[in-house]
């Protein structure tokens, strides 16, 4: 089993970059995950997918963010990111890492105009 935290959230400007990590910790390699994904959840609206990575490195991304959002991993430190460049307003959600079936708790991203 494994467990997640994510951590990078906060209040930003809209413009600036912001990389969220997610930090693995128990029985799991992320390196052997059948996939890391980025999920987001904004205000009155459903979960929705970002990004995922799989274990061959492949990345894929939701249409929409295809451009300013990059996944990566760090597996020596059983890590993963998702960097956001130029953060806009419609950016604002709780982001929530995935590995497998085990989600981790969120981060809450505020972007201010």
């Known amino acids: 089993q494994v467990q997640l935290a994510e951590s990078g959230g906060g209040l930003v400007q809209a413009g600036d970059s912001l990389t969220l990590a997610c930090a693995a910790s128990?029985?799991?390699?992320?390196?052997?995950?059948?996939?890391l994904r980025w999920f987001r959840q904004a205000p009155g609206k459903e979960r929705e997918w970002v990004a995922q990575m799989l274990p061959s490195g492949a990345t894929y991304y939701k249409d929409a963010m295809k451009g300013r959002f990059t996944i990566s991993r760090d597996v020596a430190n059983n890590r993963f990111f998702l960097y956001i460049a130029s953060v806009q307003p419609e950016d604002t959600a709780v982001y929530y890492c995935?590995?497998?079936?085990?989600w981790g708790q969120g981060t809450q991203v505020t972007v201010s105009s």
């Open positions: 128990g029985r799991t390699s992320i390196g052997s995950a059948l996939a």
């Open positions: 995935k590995v497998n079936s085990t």
